[in-house]
């Protein structure tokens, strides 16, 4: 699904990307609990905002747990990839552990993932609504005429 797309500002793009690096994340850490230990210092924020430009990063606010935020990146990942619909309305459990910070960046992702199913299923159903009534409109015509074999 992912290769051969062009354009780096497509959902489609997003989506793998995203998937792709908490790939590469849970390829690296090993032993997840031993993120618990770490915390987001300030020598990290000075590396996630080079230069005082806004970073994409949520705020991380200094003593962080760690472990909140690959718990929060790992459930997002699994809710794209299942669909798990039901999961969106509830909280998980990863959650129940979370300082407010990733909470609260999991929160938001839900709320906008919401949306854009919700606008997918609607622009799905007028899809199938135009095809249906093309059709109803076309095929009586068709079904009298020839077929053209080339």
């Known amino acids: 699904m992912c290769s051969g797309i062009e354009s780096q500002q497509s959902l489609v793009s ?4 995203f998937v792709g690096a908490v790939k590469n994340m849970d390829e690296a850490v090993m032993i997840p609990s031993k993120l618990r230990d770490m915390e987001v210092g300030e020598t990290d924020l000075a590396i996630l905002e080079p230069n005082n430009n806004k970073s994409d990063l949520p705020k991380m606010p200094t003593g962080a747990d760690l472990y909140s935020f690959y718990s929060m990146l790992n459930t997002v990942k699994h809710e794209i990839i299942s669909g798990s619909a039901s999961r969106l309305d509830t909280s998980s459990e990863m959650d129940d552990n979370a300082n407010d910070s990733s909470k609260e960046t999991a929160d938001a992702f ?9 606008l997918l299923h609607q622009l799905t159903e007028t899809a199938e609504f135009l095809k249906s009534r093309y059709e109803g409109e076309v095929k ?4 009298t005429s020839r077929p053209l074999h080339l």
């Not at 839900?110 to 919700?118: E, M, N, S, V, Y």
């Not at 009586?140 to 079904?143: A, F, L, V």
């Open 140 to 143: 009586p015509n068709t079904e």
């Open 110 to 118: 839900r709320h906008h993932l919401k949306g854009i199913f919700k």
């Open 14 to 17: 997003a989506l793998c990307k």
